[in-house]
């Protein structure tokens, strides 16, 4: 299995700020990685695939890139209702993994 | 816009079978545009994927679960299934559906249900 790590597992910022998460995959996945956004008590909603491909309807300020192993999910000015998990999820190949999870908490 | 509702038992006892339906509209579970698929997420853990169907009949399944688990589809009720035989403790979970639109992807989930395997 290719397995996903996301680093941090958590992050403090406040309203404004720029965030970066990464994600690296054990192995390459050339730009098979999809990103979701997760708050509690929902399901996790698609934001990015293909590494850096913007779902219908997904604000400007998220922004993905990568390709092989290291991907980054930037958002570029953390508005109120950004603060959620966000996961990573590689598609190169089943079964489909997913990172552990970066929670964005308000600072 | 494809929405899907998940619908089962909450609580399951040890060594039985977990059994979970997704109930489709805005699409037909028959085409082969979508891929239907099945993921949990344990309490505190990382989101697990478990099976997938399309096009009526085609699966692939987690191997990690292959050999508890099947996915399947009922054309009459536009709806897809899950069986998950000899539940333990560690199958507490979030059960979530959820489908891709023309490739693999998980563009679209159910709201999910909580399961807890506990006599």
């Known amino acids: 299995d290719i397995q996903m790590t996301q680093s941090p597992s958590s992050l403090s910022a406040s309203v404004g700020d720029r965030v970066t998460i990464t994600c690296r995959a054990s192995?390459?996945?050339?730009?098979?990685l999809n990103w979701y956004q997760q708050k509690p008590g929902k399901a996790p909603k698609l934001l990015i695939y293909?590494?850096?491909s913007f779902q219908s309807g997904v604000p400007s300020r998220f922004s993905g890139r990568g390709s092989g192993t290291d991907f980054t999910l930037t958002i570029s000015s953390l508005q109120p209702e950004d603060f959620a998990t966000y996961s990573c999820?590689?598609?190169?190949?089943?079964?489909?993994?997913f990172g552990q999870g970066t929670k964005v908490e308000n600072k | 816009q494809v929405q899907l509702q998940e619908s089962g038992p909450r609580l399951v006892k040890p060594s039985e079978t977990l059994s979970l339906n997704c109930s489709v509209s805005?699409?037909?579970?028959?085409?082969?545009?979508?891929?239907w698929s099945w993921i949990r997420q344990p309490p505190g853990k990382r989101l697990e994927w478990m099976a997938y169907?399309?096009?009526?009949?085609?699966?692939n399944y987690n191997p990690s679960l292959m050999s508890r688990l099947t996915i399947s589809i009922d054309t009459s009720k536009n709806q897809f299934s899950v069986n998950l035989r000899s539940v333990t403790a560690a199958d507490t979970a979030i059960y979530y559906c959820?489908?891709?639109?023309?490739?693999?992807?998980?563009?679209?989930w159910g709201q999910g249900t909580l399961v807890t395997v506990s006599s």
């Open positions: 959820a489908v891709g639109v023309g490739s693999p992807l998980f563009d679209y």
């Open positions: 805005g699409g037909s579970v028959s085409s082969d545009t979508y891929y």
């Open positions: 169907i399309y096009d009526s009949r085609r699966t």
């Open positions: 192995q390459t996945i050339a730009t098979y």
């Open positions: 293909g590494a850096s």
């Open positions: 999820q590689q598609s190169y190949s089943t079964p489909w993994t």
